[in-house]
């Protein structure tokens, strides 16, 4: 039995991704306030929704990396955590771009305060091209496996 590449690649995108968003849902599942407090931050949600905010998102980010980690609704999974990159990409430029300096909340430990700096523009670039290689090697022949 021989491996693909394409195969290889999709593996190490899921495992990847699978990883950051676990890493990155579970600790604001367990204490949402301190993510409701991390996103105030960023000044551009109504305080009325911070805790919407704080309680739905990981909970999607969980969703996602379940559904990427387990093949479960993989395409789904993938383009999920693509959408929220995205809108975590562009919030973090505006921020950088208003000059900011606030804790990302990127991974929910207040204890690990990770300031927003250019380096998480390309990290989640770097996401978003997994996503892509995975949106793309999991499609066969203009056919989607109706499984995925």
């Known amino acids: ?19 950051v968003f676990l890493a990155a849902a ?23 929704l911070l805790h919407v905010i704080a309680t739905v998102v990981p909970a ?9 980690l387990t093949g479960w609704r993989l395409r789904g999974g993938a383009w999920l955590l693509g959408g929220m990159l995205l ?3 562009v919030l973090l430029a505006a921020s950088l771009a208003r000059g900011l300096d606030l804790d990302c909340g990127c991974f929910g ?3 690990l305060i990770e300031p927003v700096g250019p380096l998480h ?4 670039t770097a996401l ?14 203009g056919v989607v496996d109706p499984r995925r």
């Open 1 to 19: 039995m021989s491996v693909s590449w394409p195969r290889i690649g999709e593996w190490l995108a899921r495992l990847v991704l699978a990883g």
């Open 26 to 48: 579970l600790p604001k599942l367990a204490d949402p306030l301190a993510f409701a407090t991390a996103i105030a931050n960023y000044r551009v949600f109504p305080d009325g």
């Open 60 to 68: 999607l980010e969980l969703v996602g990396a379940l559904a990427v």
């Open 87 to 89: 809108a975590f990409t």
């Open 109 to 111: 430990r207040a204890e």
């Open 121 to 124: 523009l390309l990290r989640n």
């Open 128 to 141: 978003l091209a997994l996503v892509a290689i995975l949106l793309v090697v999991t499609r066969r022949a």
